[in-house]
């Protein structure tokens, strides 16, 4: 009888054990992440999202919108209770700012394990987020084979006699840099930009106004109005140009008409998945192979020297030398910003339209 009843105990474990084998694994849930599309987008996920995924089984789906759209959409979903979303990029100069702090989980606690990384810039991991990485809005222009000099400052991008074509400006919740063009253009000296005098830049603008044929409000909407030739200079994000320039379109930029912004990566108060979320903040920290991988397609700047030293030769040489960040890579005043980014918008949206 003992025999029976163990013969049928051990029958029943392998019976069990089989069709636990037979069974597939129950996938985990995704990351959900908020990022501004096309070209950005594909570079993050065959760089990070993809081999973050294949190593710890946490898929990561993107949802593309635009920085405005993030920013409230992230706001209404933390103040509804409602978060479906983990994790979004902000930019740096927002990441600052007490409107993203009410929306996002601070990471300080986070971000100590990193504190003892040399070779990760100061501010990789902060209370706002994560920095993805560094670049510049920059002066973009189509290269032609008549082209004897290049456009190189914003007051050539106002000159439309000597570089004819439309122009495009971003159009968005954040139009300082737009505002800031205009004022170098007009004269204004790189160490007297900030704070902006908008009625002046506003007045310079209204000198442009007529030759603006592409008013962007995404990242990939600025590459397919220099796609299908809506616009032969604009201000647009490097990371773009380069994306460009990697499609063999004839793009060039300037670093002496530039502005140094970057991105985060935050946490969404209440993210559903908040501790797979963490691991894919980490695992971009952690592994500069994967931060080299997405800046040598985005010709960015990532948080970690050795991801430098991992890139290659031609994108290092496209980026900014020291010269360049010295005399003309232009730090804007986060602070001044956030202070006076509703007058901003409220100036903006009313010259705008």
């Excluded at 930029?253 to 970057?262: D, M, N, P, R």
Aim: glycine share 6%.
């Amino acid at each position: 009888m003992r025999t029976t009843y163990a013969f049928g105990l051990t029958a029943l474990s392998l019976l069990i054990g089989a069709i636990a084998t037979d069974r597939p694994a129950i996938a985990a849930d995704p990351v959900i992440i908020a990022s501004t599309g096309g070209a950005y987008d594909r570079a993050l996920k065959e760089a990070w999202f993809d081999p973050f995924t294949a190593e710890t089984g946490i898929p990561v789906t993107i949802v593309s919108a635009t920085n405005a759209e993030m920013r409230a959409k992230a706001a209404a979903m933390v103040k509804a209770g409602n978060v479906t979303w983990d994790l979004y990029l902000e930019g740096e100069i927002q990441a600052a700012s007490e409107a993203h702090r009410l929306v996002t989980e601070d990471l300080t606690e986070f971000c100590r394990q990193f504190s003892t990384r040399t070779d990760l810039a100061s501010n990789a991991c902060a209370s706002g987020g994560a920095l993805l990485q560094s670049t510049a809005t920059l002066l973009a222009y189509r290269q032609s084979e008549g082209m004897k000099e290049p456009p190189r400052s914003w007051a050539d991008m106002w000159d439309a006699t000597s570089f004819p074509g439309g122009r495009a400006f971003p159009n968005f919740d954040d139009p300082w840099r737009v505002l800031a063009a205009a004022l170098l253009a007009d004269g204004v000296k790189k160490d007297a930009l900030f704070p902006l005098d908008v009625d002046r830049a506003f007045t310079k603008l209204d000198e442009i106004r007529d030759e603006v044929t592409v008013w962007w409000k995404t990242g990939d909407q600025s590459v397919q109005g220099f796609r299908n030739g809506e616009y032969d200079l604009g201000q647009i994000w490097l990371t773009r140009a380069r994306a460009m320039k990697n499609d063999g379109l004839p793009i060039g930029w300037s670093y002496e008409a530039s502005f140094l912004v970057g991105d985060r990566v935050a946490l969404v108060k209440g993210a559903p998945h908040r501790d797979s979320a963490l691991k894919l903040i980490a695992y971009w920290l952690d592994n500069p192979p994967v931060q080299a991988k997405a800046c040598d397609v985005l010709s960015c700047t990532p948080p970690s020297t050795e991801a430098i030293a991992l890139m290659s030769e031609t994108t290092r040489q496209s980026m900014p030398t020291p010269n360049d960040i010295k005399n003309n890579v232009i730090v804007p005043d986060a602070v001044w910003i956030n202070a006076n980014a509703a007058m901003l918008l409220q100036r903006w949206n009313s010259w705008v339209r």
